[in-house]
């Protein structure tokens, strides 16, 4: 299975970071290797001073699809999840000065977490679940999923036509404002409305 991510899909993410709005979604990979085992603390890699947490709405792909129309993607899922899209922003910073792909700063061993999911059948409406991470007990990043520039069905009908769908794998759909440093001893716990969907431990 693979991890499809997203980049720069709210507006006042792509402000705090001074990037410019992009003219399709941006796309990255991470392997399943990077995915966070269950219950394991996140250790912050010896190769990054700054890696930074960036919460995100997870969708769960369950058929195998290519060219999937926007208008049949909700066929292509039916469960909605939470986790970060850990980011060694140090390293992203200095690949991307030289033009590099970011996988070192992305796609690193435990930078994927995936937490509890929901069955869509639970929810009223994808496009507008609201979610939250909270560090040591504060919200530090919130979100709603209508602040999404591409919402869930337009992003599988554009990843489909580069790639493969397939049953597991699972989409990263980009996070909203407030993206920030983690530290040795932070409790992160992120939530779609008020259900906790993760909990980790920085180590
Ligand atoms: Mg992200």
Redesign the pocket.
Known sequence: MKLI???RNYTAHIEELEHATPEAPILFLKPDTAILLKKQPFFIPDFSENVQH?V?VLVKINRVGKYIDKKFAHKYYSEIGLGI?F?ARDVQEALKAKGLPWETAKAFDGAAVVGKWMPKSEITDCNSLNFSLQKNGTVVQRGNTSQMIYKIDALIEYISKYFTLKIGDII?T??PAGVGRVEANDKLKGFIEDKELFSITVK
Request: hydrophobic share 20%.
């Open positions: 991510c997203i980049g960036e995100e899209d980011t990263f980009g996070t």
